[in-house]
Every structure is written in C-alpha cells, then in structure tokens.
C-alpha cells in the first residue's frame, strides 16, 4: 500500500495554500506498471480521512482531489480496466463529496460488499449524485450495502428515488444497513438476512402494513433494525398488534427497535414472541436517543416484573433492551439461580431511575438478584443528543449505550463493584436550570470495554 502514498494529501489548516504532493510528479508514469503487478493481490480496500495534530496546527490525510481525473484517465487509456480488478469490498469513510465520489474508481465487477459513510462535509446534493454514479458502476450480485449519510433522508425523494434505482437490480442482497433511509418495499429482497432502517410514520398500521409486505418478501430474515420517528403524532403509542407481522420471521436471532415512545405489552404478547422466535439473541424496544425528554417514566415503562416472563420465554437472550418502570420494585429472593441463563447486558434505555440512595439501593437488590453474575447493566449516554446512526449488530462506536453519568450509571457501578459510600455519594448531585451537572467520576474505564461492544 506504500505505493498509494503519493496520492494522498495534507492539509495544514494555518496555511491559506495547503501543501499536498502533486499528482503527476509524485506517481510517475513507471510507478504505474509496478502498480498493475500489485492489484492482482487486492480483494479488500478500506479508507478513512484522518485528522491529526502536527506543531501548531492539523493535518488532515486525504486523497489528493487531483486523484479522481487520474485514476478515469488511467482507465481509459487501458482498455476501462478496473484499478483493483479483483476488489471484493470497500469500506470507505470520507468527509467531503469529491472523496464520496472517488470511491466509485475502485469498484471492480466482482464488488461484493459496499460499505460507504459520510461525514457532514458532504451535502444531500452530493450523496444523491454518489447514489446516481454507484447505480451506474454497480454489477449486479452484490451481497452487502451499507450506506450512512450525514443527514437523515427520511421522505427525501431524491433520496428515495437514487436508492431505489441503486437497488432495483440487487435481488441478491443478503445485508441492507441504511438506518438513515425509510423503509420502502423496494428494499425487500428474498436473500436478505439483515435490514438496518429508518421509518417515519403517521399511524401504526403503515408500520404493520410494511412489516407484512417485508415478512412476505423476505423468508430468510435474521436481524432487523428499525429506527421509528412519529409525524405528526402527540406521544403515540406503539402496541404489540403493530409488530405482529414479525412472529412469521421463525428465524429472526436480533429485533431492534429503537422507539422514543411507550411500548405496550402484556405477558401473553411475550410467550408469544417465545414460542415464534426460538433462536432469538437480541432484543432491544428500547430508545438510545438521549434528547427524549422528559425520560421515559413510570407510566411509559414496562413493570420490572416482565423481567422474568422475557427470561422464561427467551432463554437464548443475550442482549435485552426495555423501558421499565421504576416506580415499583419487586423483590426477589437473592438465594435462588437468575432466570436469565445466557443474559450479558440488559439496557433500560432512557428509563426513568430516582437520584435517590434508598431507590439505588432498592433496584440494586433487584438487578443483582435477576442478573446473571457478569451481566452489564447499561443506558444511553447523556451526551449523546440523537439516534444512532451504527447499527446494534456492528459494535464500537461512541453513539452506542454505553456507561454513563446518570443514576443508571451509578447503580451498574454498586452492581459491578459493590455498595461503597464513595459511589453512593455521586448521587448527590446539583441542579442548574433543570438540568442535570454529570459528575465525570466514571469515566475511568475504557469506554469500548465498558459496554463491550453491546
């Protein structure tokens, strides 16, 4: 990869002119046969814009924008050779639209997996055109897609419209992650196992009439991922009814849906998940958005004693996610085995916990009783102020559930190392204007090892 060097680019951000390697003098002509003998071994390219302190100022590490004229007249004048003919996959992180679009130069015709992320330098004009230029050096067969704007395309239609052409030919698709685009038929292909989506809704019953269609179009369905936002609608609720469609999905090993709202269900709507989804490992009907306020409280929550109805009727469970309410704590007797026998994180999501002692000390009872020994305990992070644009499925990103400052924060560090007065007095805690002052005493640990990787 030493010889990709020449092409990259520095940018010193004190300098009006920022110096980079010129094109032409720093790839010479005969670089190029060496080049040739070398893309044979490539099957996998990844790329990332990096930004990094160097003196006085930053340096950011891009590909040259000369680079994109290069490579097209590179493989004009051989015959349309692909740079890297024998390419597989493409991961490619970027911050700007020429660099977007720069990735289409190394599509090859055995291209099987696309994974393409964008950061907010790049407009909804420039992901629509990258869209449009991927349509057209597309082959089809190709396995996985994923695709993160910088902003939620939601009812775009030139979003819509340069996805669906994109797709339209992908009936071979077995993973689809564009958690920023809505849901739409047009993205139902009968091999896929994972959908990661947005869904934007005016009532339940377009959500349960889409997850019909998706259940109908896509047998082989393993994980799903549904980010829901409510139009027009003054704290809807979600029933079981509205997700009813998926009980047809025998498959499914991990639902998320990530919901701001109430999630009404009874224990007659859990033994039924139970009998449908027998391999089921995930389950998330929670929120990570932190910017849902007021927290979801006592009346929105699910009763703490549903806890034990999931690890009965789920006992594959690895990975649970519920609002609950903490109005009411039940007991549970600490001598007898946790119901969960394979449970590794549970996530209240935005749950409502009192800042009090004795309210810590009462759902440290709880939680320690109903958990297995090792089982994290996790909720959003405050400071993340909206949804995740990385999927449940793909770990290690900060938007993640994490360790946090919040009363949840404090009670998984009395369950992880014990009831101490120090940590019991982190809930003292001071008010400014109604909001909260985090305390940054838990910020100690790793924070990819502190939720390991959910």
Known sequence: MALLGPVSFQADSDSINPSAWDWEKGFPSGDWSRFQSYIKRIKSLSYTTTTRIQGNGIVTERIAIQASAALLQYTAVNGGRYLLPRLHKIDWHCDYADQLRMALSFISSRIKDIKLVADYGVSDR??????????????????????VP??????????????????????????LRVPFFCMNPFMFKPKLQVLDVNCRFRSTVEIERLLSQLVQSCPLLMNLRILLSAAM???????????????????????????TGKFELDSRDICEMGRAWAELEILHLASRD?????????????PLNFLSIFAANLPRLRKLALHVSTQEIP????????PFPNLEVFCPGT????????????????FSAILPKGAKLLSCDPRNRSPSAVSLFEPSSLHWPGMNLT??????????????E?????LKIQTQENHPVWELANLGEDWDDAFNAW
């Open 126 to 147: 420039g992901i629509v055109r990258a869209l449009q230029g991927l349509s057209g050096v597309l082959p089809s067969g190709l396995r996985s897609f994923c695709f």
């Open 150 to 175: 910088p902003s939620i395309a939601l009812e775009n239609r030139d979003f819509i419209t340069a996805m669906r052409r994109l797709l339209e030919k992908q009936d071979d698709l077995q993973e």
């Open 233 to 259: 609608i003054l704290d809807p609720t979600i029933d079981f009814q509205t997700i009813r469609p998926l009980l047809q999905c025998t498959t499914l090993q991990a639902l998320d849906i990530d919901w």
């Open 290 to 302: 932190y910017s849902n306020t007021p927290q979801v409280d006592g009346a929105r929550g699910l």
């Open 331 to 338: 007991f549970v007797n600490p001598r007898l085995p946790s």
């Open 351 to 366: 749950s409502f916990l009192e800042r009090s002692r004795d309210k810590v000390l009462e759902a440290f009872a709880f």
């Open 407 to 420: 009363t949840w924060g404090i009670l998984n560090t009395v369950i992880s190392e014990g009831v101490s």
């Open 422 to 426: 120090e940590v019991l007095e982190e």
